[in-house]
């Protein structure tokens, strides 16, 4: 059985898979430099000390990024990960220009 949905369902449905992109590149932007934190662990250039600090240091950022996708209205977090994925319709960027360019964005800079 094929599932249907709704325009409605469909809208929010293509929403939640934008705002979950985002989320997955912010977590992995911030996963990046501890990763290369091992990699220098484990080859004898960084101490054990150090990479466990790191260790803590991702983690009270990562807090911060769930934070971020927990409590933060969707509205707002939608426009946020469509600008940083490069994906403001012409509306979005009419309807929301100086929340937008609070955020930094210059649409003359921007692609």
Known sequence: ???RLTPKQQKRQLEREIIDEYHKLETEQALEPLYHSF???KSGTLPYFELTELIHLFHKKNQEI???FTYTDNKDLLLLAKMKLGRLSEDD???N???LEFWGYDENTSS
């Open 93 to 95: 960027i009419r309807e």
């Open 66 to 68: 769930y934070k971020d």
């Open 39 to 41: 990699l220098e662990w």
């Open 97 to 99: 220009k100086r929340l």
């Open 1 to 3: 059985m094929e599932n």
